[in-house]
């Protein structure tokens, strides 16, 4: 019997740690072809390797910065370039800044929404019409709980995943009678450096691991679920937004910034 291996790429942003790097492993497991991309090239390159090792498939790294405004449109190139079929888009990179929005540099904020609405929406630009033309893919974008309400101290960050979360649902409409599949992914606190790296260092540690996210949205992703909310952003997601925005308020009225 002869097996066809598939020929297929799925490219994941921010796939050098955290959820992305478990997202990449998760669809490596399933025999996906994985293009991996970040701005860590020697990170990229350990990750590449043990997956190819571990799961027999194949896969590329493309170190870049993703705030360039130009890295999009680079990345699909090359990809056209080089004759490389990518059939799943994972938009997971992101960054957050914490403190309060009028004492944090312009530019970084600047770069933060470059980085996590910008780069997201010319990827799906960019890709999609190629996975109609395939009639078949995936994208998921990753948001975040945050999301469904106002994130004091994390102004900017959390309004960027409210735009990751209504661009996603609205598009996914539009796609609905075709046959590619577009989700949104929506994780509570995890397990990551994203808090260190947001200049959240005396945050408590989250307990879910970031794997718990991964398996969850590549598993929901497959069968088509329009908003993702693993594990422990599920229950949060059912309180209604009034209540919920209070709850937020009143729990982080305690913070020292
Ligand atoms: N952790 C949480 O509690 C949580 C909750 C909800 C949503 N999220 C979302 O989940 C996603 C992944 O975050 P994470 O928690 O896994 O954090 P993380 O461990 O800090 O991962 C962020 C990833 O994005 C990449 N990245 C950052 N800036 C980049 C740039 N300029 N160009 C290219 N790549 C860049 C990083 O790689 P390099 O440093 O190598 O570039 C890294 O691979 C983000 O969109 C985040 O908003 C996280």
Redesign the pocket.
Known sequence: MYIIKNQTYSLI????????KEIAESLAKRGNNLIL????RN?LEQIAKYVIETYNVKVLTMP????EKDSPKSIYLWCKENNIIVDTIIN?????LFGEFFKQDIEKQMSLIE??INCLVKLTYYFLPDLLKLSKGYILN?A??AALYPLPYYCVYGATKAFVLSFTEALRFEMRDSNVTISCLC????D???FV?AGNVKKKK?TQP?SIVADTAVRLLMKNEPVIFPANANMMSKIPRRILKKMVFKRISSYKV
Do not use: E, K, Q, Y
Not at 13 to 20: E, F, K, L, N
Not at 92 to 96: K, L
Not at 187 to 190: E, I, L, S
């Open positions: 942003t921010g796939a050098s740690s955290g959820i992305g991309i970040s701005r860590r990170i870049c910065d993703l705030t997971n990179a992101g960054m957050g980085l996590n990753v975040s709980i994780p509570g606190d995890t990551t450096d994203f790296n989250p970031p």
